[in-house]
């Protein structure tokens, strides 16, 4: 007689147990949902998107209030974006980019559940942090970056291409980022919440220029040569430095508070130096390629920013916070979704064929973009920032709605 029964043992699935003999499965941690560090991570976060515009539009607009009711709603929202949110696409976008790149060990099994734990734990204690004793949110929600770091560290160190240990002084920027931040509210010292984000929004930027300006490129060469339209643009390592160098001086000027006329004019120089670098990949010529003109369309809006931001500064024509919304949007939304569609499609064996609800999903953020820089720029009101927020939050769900079953189940054979 057969007796079968299903139960959990250590990290071990049992299904059953057949003449006293324990049948067991692979463990809980090697399913398809922990094979890579996209299919958690990208999971979650575009699942989170839309969840934190609920939240955090609801108390916009004066229907509830969030749990830390005494910490300015801005900060909480641009807390959130970068450590919430953003945190869990960049963590899936960095892990899973490593292997194939930079040829280090993939993140996978039990030590990407941890990752994905702490990233959840984090968001339930930011949350909860008004119930819970004072120190206990800022330690939950700081750890995920120290533990990214010690885990990749090993292995970029074995790298042949030493140009990969740069990620490392971005993650403890961020990681220093969020400690100020958790300081800055326990001590209720808002100017020094206000430079946490701006500290942790430069290390997103750096890393943005960092692995965009190597992806990008790259894509766009393999696109122009399968088109017959050119090849790929001539690596330029001195146009490189200083496109890194001068996003640095003008994180370091802005948080040390230096006279505007100098933290707009490396503004300025942003915008020219990335407009030539942007200029010589030639994107333009593969604009019919959609994951090819997404990822161009980040970099246009990355030069707005710049931009933007030297007008701010130099003239005060623009409200300064204008840059960091063509930033957040426009640029780090269409790199996003971009780059979450190419991983998505090509590391679950799909062919690079864009659904159309990501075509949608790309319009939808480009079109966010314009809507909440025009509200910030000629203050348009409530209902036209909740609109552009509706559209941000819509891209990600669409992203989900198209991808949530890809991301956990078996990849499809090649």
């Given at each position: ?12 699935i ?13 463990p ?64 899936g976008?960095?892990?899973t ?70 990620l ?88 040390a ?5 100098w ?5 300025l120089?942003?915008a ?29 809006w ?99 709605m ?13």
């Open positions: 007689m057969q007796q079968f029964r299903e139960s959990i043992v250590g990290d071990s049992v299904e059953g147990i057949h003449e006293g003999r324990e049948i067991r499965l692979k809980l941690h090697s399913t398809p949902l922990w094979s890579s560090a996209f299919r958690p991570f990208y999971f979650l976060g575009a699942l989170y998107a839309p969840l934190l515009v609920i939240a955090w539009l609801g108390a916009y607009l004066g229907l509830w209030n969030l749990p830390a009711a005494d910490v300015p709603l801005q900060f909480q929202h641009g807390h959130e974006f970068i450590f919430g949110f953003s945190a869990a696409i960049i963590t976008i960095v892990l980019a490593l292997p194939s790149w930079a040829g280090t060990e993939e993140i996978c099994g039990s030590r990407l559940v941890l990752l994905v734990a702490l990233w959840l734990a984090g968001r339930m204690a930011f949350w909860a942090a008004p119930w819970l004793p004072s120190l206990v949110a800022p330690v939950i929600d700081c750890a995920l970056f120290p533990i990214v770091f010690l885990m990749v560290t090993p292995q970029l160190l074995r790298a042949s291409n030493r140009l990969y240990l740069l490392l002084p971005v993650l403890l920027a961020l990681f220093a980022a969020n400690l100020i931040y958790h300081h800055g509210v326990l001590t209720t010292n808002y100017t020094q919440v206000w430079q946490a984000l701006r500290l942790a929004l430069y290390a997103v930027i750096v890393l943005y220029v960092l692995k965009g300006g190597v992806l990008a490129p790259i894509f766009t060469g393999n696109a122009l040569r399968e088109k017959g339209r050119g090849d790929q643009a001539p690596f330029n390592m001195k146009l490189e430095i200083a496109a890194i160098g001068f996003v640095l001086l003008l994180a370091v000027l802005e948080l508070a230096a006279p505007a006329g933290v707009g004019a490396a503004a120089a942003c020219l130096v990335h407009g030539w670098r942007t200029a010589r990949w030639k994107g333009w010529r593969v604009a019919d390629v959609p994951l090819i003109l997404v990822m161009h369309l980040g970099f246009g990355l030069l707005v920013a710049f931009v933007l931001k030297a007008i701010a500064e130099l003239t005060g024509i623009v409200p300064e916070i204008a840059w960091v919304h063509a930033f957040t949007v426009g640029s780090l939304g269409m790199m996003m979704l971009g780059l979450m569609t190419r991983v998505s499609l090509r590391h679950t064996g799909r062919p690079l064929v864009v659904p159309r609800a990501m075509l949608i999903a790309y319009g939808l953020m480009f079109t966010a973009a314009l809507i909440r820089l025009a509200a910030t720029v000629l203050g348009l009101g409530n209902a036209v920032v909740a609109l552009a927020a509706c559209f941000w939050a819509a891209a990600f769900a669409l992203y989900f198209a991808f949530w079953k890809a991301l956990v189940t078996p990849s499809a054979p090649r």
